[in-house]
């Protein structure tokens, strides 16, 4: 399946780099994307990881992570000081970056933290390790044909870890000389972590002499940070192993300069979720419940958990604090806080979102666009008591008593005009829209995709504004990538659990889907640190930090959740049933609790 992004035509990019792309986005990879019958993604186990401290945490940052979790119960956040005060009680495994000076600086630190052991290394194993090291440090990698190569070894090829180029492999055959290649990069990174001096950086060849042979594409950048985060949270020998199957998770993606006036992005694992189905019980009005445990759903709530986080890192950590949040003060009367230039949201989903975009029979793209709006696949979805079906087929009895979840397909398309917020971050932050999506099913079909996401409701033959600013309908940049655990799991042992972590987070929570509630050997459980209780109570620790006391009187969570976002979801909601999709189902009284 092809990996070129695709995206929605005539949607708007909401100010969301409208000069380009990411120059991760522009990649165009001479090697297809996994498809059906490929091997899966999976980074060879760097040595020596075992043996940092914590839980484990995915690749390198630049920029900062939030506070540890301070007590129990729904989740409290805690105050966040700065980063070096944090290092015993993050639980997470140091990460790496590299510095703007390219392969010198920091890259002993660096190797040593990966564990590279290269001794009797065999040729066969250069080019997966070097991959992987290029991956776990956020540098593109590069391997290079010199086209001039001599007679007597008629190929030479150089590999380059973000344009600094490495002693070239020469052998009779371009795969020889790639493998060459890759563990001549490999001895040199060696020799630097050996030498008492200051590493020195090899020179670049002429690139008018040379051919990209090979790219590290934002795909496959992604599907080595999430696989890579999972398996540090979950090691080989867990019970959970098994949920890496249904992985969803949230990327940020960091632009920082590098070498030679360039520009390379670090990608940073932030939110993570597993769970392919939902609560299918009796409505709890305590908000202490977690409803939908698909992993799209789980990773996006987990986002949430990380940004509230960031919120108090940036109001109470202190100048470096402010420095290493990702999220930035804003002057005015408007959103206290935005995200920070250069800084953009991805996601990775293992899965077919359900809904309207796992059903391939939709009508043709060539069909009107009225048989495509009004068919049945494309109307809104909800699970209820283990079932999908159409809200319009909903008992209004059983929809008031029992949970309830549109579809992940539903959502997403929600999310591209809504943004990722919610009600009640939206209070603090503008909305926040994700860029791109890496799907990891081969069976997908991707106008389907586009479609579900991007057409519901059709905002184009509406007159006028029809959303509040600065609510718009975006476009989600879509990519084919490689599966992060195998395509036929021997077994599925967690079938109703449901994983989450956010960066910042110990370890990870694991929900019993049937209660909605934390794991426990007894039948009820604490509540999870994703429910509505514990986002009520971060809001209320938010709304202190900053001295919002108006927010602070608001009591309840439907109180909470009044205001600009509130007034377009309403907005939204009625677009969707004029144009016969259905109506956004509404539990008012789910949201009367107090904390």
């Known amino acids: 399946m092809a990996s070129a992004a695709s995206t929605a035509p005539g949607a708007d990019d909401g100010g969301r780099r409208k000069p380009r792309l ?38 390198a940052s630049a920029a900062g992570d939030g506070a540890p979790l301070v007590g129990a119960g729904v989740g409290v956040l805690g105050t966040a000081p700065a980063r070096e005060d944090l290092g015993g009680q993050m639980g997470s495994s140091p990460r790496v970056s590299v510095p703007p000076a390219g392969l010198a600086g920091d890259l002993p630190k660096v190797a040593r933290q990966l564990g590279l052991q290269l001794k009797d290394l065999p040729p066969g194993q250069a080019v997966a390790l070097l991959t992987q090291y290029a991956a776990s440090v956020g540098v593109s990698l590069i391997f290079r044909e010199d086209q001039t190569a001599g007679p007597c070894f008629p190929f030479s090829v150089c590999a380059e870890l973000d344009g600094v180029a ?53 795909e496959q950048r ?37 070498a030679r006036s360039h520009t390379k992005e670090i990608y940073e694992l932030v939110a993570l979720g597993t769970g392919n189905s939902s609560c299918a019980g009796w409505l709890e009005f305590s908000g202490r419940q977690l409803h939908d445990c698909h992993g799209l759903v789980i990773a996006r709530r987990a986002l949430l958990r990380f940004l509230y986080r960031q919120l108090l890192l940036a109001t109470q950590g202190g100048p470096k604090g402010r420095e290493q949040s990702v999220l930035t003060p804003q002057p005015g009367s408007g959103f206290p806080f935005a995200l920070k230039p250069q800084i953009f949201i991805h996601f990775y989903i293992s899965n077919t979102p359900k809904g309207a975009a796992h059903d391939i029979y939709l009508p043709p793209r060539w069909s009107s666009e009225s048989s495509l709006l009004h068919s049945a696949p494309f109307r809104l979805q909800a699970h209820i008591r283990g079932e999908l079906k159409p809200v319009c087929y909903m008992s209004p009895t059983i929809r008031d008593t029992h949970v309830g979840c549109l579809s ?18 939206a209070h603090f932050l503008p909305p926040l829209y994700a860029t791109s999506l890496v799907l990891a099913d081969p069976c997908h079909d991707p106008p389907t995709l586009s479609s579900a996401i991007h057409t519901r409701p059709n905002l184009d033959r509406v007159l006028g504004s029809c959303l509040p600013p600065p609510y718009t309908r975006t476009t989600l940049h879509l990519f084919s990538g490689p599966p992060v655990a195998p395509l036929n799991p021997t077994s599925n042992t967690c079938h109703d659990l449901s994983l989450n972590w956010s960066l910042g987070d110990p370890d990870v929570e694991v929900v019993d889907v049937t209660t909605g509630r934390v794991k426990a050997d007894a039948a009820r459980g604490p509540p999870s640190r994703l429910c509505k209780a514990a986002f009520l109570r971060a809001f209320r620790q938010a709304a202190q930090a900053l001295g919002k006391s108006h927010l602070l009187a608001l009591k309840t969570y439907e109180e909470a959740k009044a205001g600009p976002y509130q007034e377009a979801r309403q907005q939204l909601s009625v677009l969707l049933e004029q144009q016969g999709l259905g109506a956004w189902p509404s539990k008012p009284l789910v949201g009367k609790f107090r904390n």
């Open 22 to 59: 990411a120059a991760s986005l522009q990649m165009s990879p001479r090697r297809p994307s996994a498809s059906r019958g490929q091997d899966p993604w999976e980074p060879l186990p760097a040595p020596g990881m075992e043996d940092n401290e914590g839980g484990g945490q995915a690749l």
């Open 166 to 218: 490495c002693p070239a492999g020469i052998a009779n055959s371009k795969k020889e000389a790639k493998q060459q290649a890759a563990l001549s990069a490999l001895n040199y990174i060696q020799s630097q972590l050996e030498s008492p001096e200051s590493p020195k950086t090899p020179s670049r060849p002429p690139a008018s002499d040379l051919s990209v042979e090979n790219i590290l594409t934002h």
């Open 222 to 258: 992604c599907a080595a940070v999430v696989s890579a985060g999972f398996d540090r949270l979950v090691n080989e020998t867990s019970p959970y192993r098994a949920c890496k199957g249904t992985v969803a998770a949230v990327i940020l993606e960091r632009e920082v300069p590098s």
């Open 408 to 425: 992940a397909s539903d959502k997403l398309s929600r999310w591209t005009v809504l943004g990722l917020g919610g009600a009640l971050l």
